[in-house]
């Protein structure tokens, strides 16, 4: 498993690669990397073949190698094919002899230029003369200055420099019009040949989307093997029965992030007598969500064939279902909400509808499918209403921590109504320096649960909450007695007194009047 994970390293995007054959749009790289793709299948099909597994043997037989595809690519491209065709270079020399030729020409034809150089030489008398070639004048004849008057008439002077006279001849010049045409005649023509090879690869374009698919297969296998193998899953038991039962089960994500035995294991036990519905409360922060997730994953994972994170497990739970949640935006944040829309089109009371009609449907159709959902919200005792009728498996968060035994007293008087014997149960489970912070109820067969304690405080401050008789204690409204006033959070308060002291025209008030009006704020201050 190891070798073949090497190998598939190494190995292109097929699926993405045949998409873009398909539409035409393949450009020279994306053919090199198809063949360097195709090179590895003859290994990766002999690391499966002779196979015991069905499966491995069932992919084996789909790897198509498209050795012809691979033999043309490799025949007509470059090593490292260009980017785009306009970039030239593409066609490996030696595939078409009349692309070598004109890229010869193109390339200035260095043998022309040294068989003319020499002619001229010997037909002059001029030993430095030398055929030169720049971008702005093209190709010339280089003279120097004392040998100036040795230049044959049939010389057309191109430009004159300190110490050299450059030339042209018309011969020189129809030689230059051909390389032109050369360069021109060359990338049209690699143009052609690169896209009559793309239709070739084009009209096989299924072979490699089914090699691609198998490819894609063994690459997930593999993947889910080599995890497995590193991190100590098991294999898991899938059955028709309705039943939810792992054991030591770790969240496959953050089982990974965290420091190696940081994250702290948990069961996840649904099923008729244990109840197949749970109502997982608990402050903020507590992990109700991770727990939720946790048993989803572990589902998805075994229905799609993989090991779990878990020393057990036994799975009989076929489609997962999650409450709809909406992100809106914030001023400059988002925040994530789980409340009720306005016009009720993803509402938690529709969802809860849903499931519990698919539940009710199950003992006359055996093709209903088993769910296991997780609801948002905090209505604890709504869902509480359905709970002894779903069938379905359900797992559901609140923030409601005051979750207590009035509460679990209430389930079990409603399971009784629905003509059931359910109880309430109540366990405690922590782990090496921390504990989960997890509560559970359940119903639906044989017995419920109340799992996951807080412990032993919790429990008192219950007991606290209640009466003698199970109900919860209220607290004696306090009245204020005549007269006592209210203080204000927002700092001091003023008196009415000095208001009625700011007022008071003491310029026209006699000794008598101001003697009478204090000895009235004084009795108003005594009372």
């Known amino acids: 498993c190891r070798d073949l994970r ?23 790289r994306d053919l090199g990397f198809l063949a360097r793709t195709l090179a590895l299948l003859p290994k990766l099909k002999a690391k499966l073949a002779g196979r015991r597994s069905e499966l491995l043997h069932h992919l084996e037989e789909n790897l198509d190698l498209c050795a012809d595809l691979r033999a043309d690519i490799e ?7 260009p980017l785009l065709v306009t970039e030239g270079g593409i066609i490996r020399p030696g595939y078409h002899a009349q692309l070598d030729e004109l890229r ?139 039943v939810l039962d792992v054991r030591e089960s770790r969240h496959p994500v953050l089982d990974r992030l965290k420091p190696t035995g940081e994250f702290v294991p948990n069961d996840i036990v649904m099923n008729d007598s244990t109840g197949r519905v749970q109502i997982i409360t608990g402050p903020n922060m507590a992990g109700k969500s991770t727990y939720i997730r946790q048993a989803a994953l572990i589902t998805i994972m075994a229905q799609m064939g993989s090991f779990v994170p878990a020393s057990e497990a036994r799975i009989g739970v076929s489609r997962v279902r999650s409450r709809r949640r909406q992100r809106r935006a914030g001023q400059g944040t988002e925040h994530v909400y789980g409340r009720d829309d306005r016009d009720g089109s993803h509402s938690e009371r529709r969802d809860v509808a849903q499931l519990s009609h698919s539940g009710r449907d199950r003992p006359w159709d055996k093709h209903v499918r088993r769910h296991l959902t997780r609801l948002g919200g905090h209505r604890v005792s709504a869902r509480s209403n359905w709970l002894p009728h779903a069938v379905c498996h359900a797992l559901s968060r609140t923030d409601r921590i005051d979750l207590n035994a009035q509460t679990c007293q209430q389930l079990e008087r409603r399971c009784a109504r629905a003509g ?30 109340l799992g996951d304690r807080t412990g032993e405080g919790h429990s008192e401050l219950e007991e606290d909450h209640l009466d003698e008789r199970g109900r919860p204690k209220m607290p004696a409204r306090k009245t204020r007695p005549a007269g006592e006033r209210q203080l204000s959070l927002f700092g001091p308060e003023q008196h009415p007194l000095l208001e009625e002291i700011r007022h008071l025209d003491i310029d026209h008030m006699t000794p008598l009047d101001a003697l009478q009006k204090l000895h009235q704020m004084r009795q108003e201050l005594q009372k």
């Open 6 to 28: 090497e190998q598939l390293q190494q190995a292109y995007d097929l699926e993405r690669l045949s998409a873009r054959l398909a539409t035409r749009r393949a450009s020279p």
């Open 75 to 81: 025949r007509a491209l470059v090593d490292e094919p």
């Open 104 to 242: 010869e020409l193109a390339r200035g034809g260095k043998e022309w230029i040294a068989r003319y150089q020499a002619k001229e030489i010997e037909r002059t008398g001029i030993p430095n003369l030398r055929v030169g070639f720049n971008k702005v004048f093209g190709y010339y004849l280089e003279v120097t200055a004392s040998q100036i008057d040795k230049v044959p008439e049939d010389y057309i002077r191109k430009q004159t420099l300190k110490n050299q006279e450059r030339f042209i001849t018309p011969e020189l010049k129809e030689y230059e019009e051909k390389v032109l045409r050369a360069e021109e005649q060359a990338r049209e023509l690699e143009r052609e040949l690169f896209q009559a090879l793309r239709e070739r690869v084009a009209r096989e374009c299924l072979r490699v989307q089914k090699t691609a698919t198998a490819l894609a297969q063994v690459d997930v296998l593999a993947a889910l093997a080599m995890l497995a193998v590193r991190h100590g899953y098991c294999r898991p038991e899938l059955t028709e029965e309705p």
């Open 420 to 449: 059931r014997a359910d109880r309430v149960l109540a366990q405690d489970r922590r782990g090496p320096g921390r504990q989960k912070l997890r509560h559970s109820c359940g119903s639906t067969g044989g017995s419920a649960r």
